[in-house]
């Protein structure tokens, strides 16, 4: 639902028009009730193009830190004959390597886009803080991904921070059906992403997900997962989908009301996952795919699931599937 505030007394808001949607409480395990995310799109600082002629941010050739809040981008990302123009992005850091380190962008709204919205190109040290993506085509928080040129993704980007992030209403374009998410979470090191949400990511690959690890970030690819939800996504809230990568641990993550809650694989890693919970996704709760690494690194290390709390409401045969490996 998207309405106008008309008017605010005390903890009453009233609104231009009644709400469409219903947007229930949803107790995703004893005593943890989850509520509708409420996202302010409304800045009075804008870059806007318009629905025919959107336009975009780049910043590239970075000499030091930037420091951009609390502004609407509007109508940017543009398409050709419904193709993402690469490179055109709402808020686009190219290539800008160590120079970024130190910048934050905080507050920034990202809506009625036709591309990628908030995307840090082998630009390192970037904090996005409370930015928001709202009704916007491809991969909102992503960064380009390897070539045929760079088959294990050497292009990395490294300290970049999604703090309270939100990625709500994305859709695909006929380029990218299969395979789109809320957050891209590529190739590099020390990279963190804690206390986002994904909500709303449209479309019916499993791939199609809230937080995707894709299959060519492998190389050096650390991140710190904490607090992040998942939920009512066409697909699946987690997608891991990597091998030979370092230990990874997805810590406290919440998935309600998808397809699939967590697709754990590709074919054998070092990902594990804790304190998480799984409520009432319709296909799958847990989906275990991968195994440990043990030709590659020894026979003691090992995948662990620990305090997991998977309830699917009845909509499912088993809370977890482990699937026969390939």
Known sequence: DRRVITGVSGSTVTLDQPLEFPHPEVTVRPGVVHRAEVLNLTRNVRIEGTPDGRTHVIVVGAGRPQTIGFVGLRHTGPQQDGTPVIGRYAMHFHMDQDATQGTLLEGLVAFEGGNHAFVSH???GITMRECI?????????WWDQSDENHPSDLIPTNDLVYDRCVA??????????????????????????RGCVATGVLGGDEATSGYNWPTDSRDENTWTFEDCVAHNCDATGIFFWQNEVPRTIVDRFTAYHDARGILAGAYSNLASYRDSTIYACSHAGLVVNAVPEVPRTGPDETITYEGMYIDQAGLTDFAVEVTGHI
């Open 168 to 193: 709500s209403h994305v859709k695909s374009t006929a380029e990218s059906r299969y395979g789109i998410s809320g957050f891209t979470l590529g190739a590099g090191s020390g990279n963190v992403a």
């Open 122 to 124: 082998t630009s390192h």
């Open 133 to 141: 993506a709202h009704d916007q085509f491809e991969d909102p928080f």
